[in-house]
């Protein structure tokens, strides 16, 4: 009974002993490729892609205020002239 106790306890020991050997490889992985110039330049090509879409919006929002004013602008002679037949 004391040697499958001593087993055991070997066995945790060993599976702690990867476990932490596999977090430690883990954390470097990750600190290297965060900080890789690859992953550096697409977080730069994303924050270009972000502010693109953002004037793309903006851009998009005044062509539509333009049109809105243009619509406006060719619905008022229509009125004038209706109001005037009357």
């Known amino acids: 009974m004391k040697e499958d106790y001593q087993t055991l306890l070997q066995m945790w020991r060993d599976e702690k002993q990867k476990r932490q050997d596999a977090e430690g490889?883990?954390?470097?992985i990750?600190?290297?490729?965060?900080?890789?110039?690859?992953?550096?330049?697409?977080?730069?090509e994303l924050e270009?892609?972000?502010?693109?879409?953002?004037?793309a919006k903006e851009d998009h929002q005044y062509d539509?205020?333009?049109?809105?004013?243009?619509?406006?602008s060719l619905k008022n002679p229509v009125d004038k002239l209706r109001k005037k037949g009357m």
């Not at 890789?36 to 330049?41: L, N, Q």
């Not at 539509?64 to 406006?72: G, I």
């Open 25 to 28: 490889e883990l954390s470097i």
């Open 64 to 72: 539509n205020m333009v049109h809105e004013h243009e619509l406006d």
């Open 48 to 55: 270009n892609v972000k502010a693109d879409l953002a004037r």
């Open 30 to 44: 990750k600190g290297i490729g965060n900080n890789s110039p690859e992953m550096k330049a697409l977080k730069q």
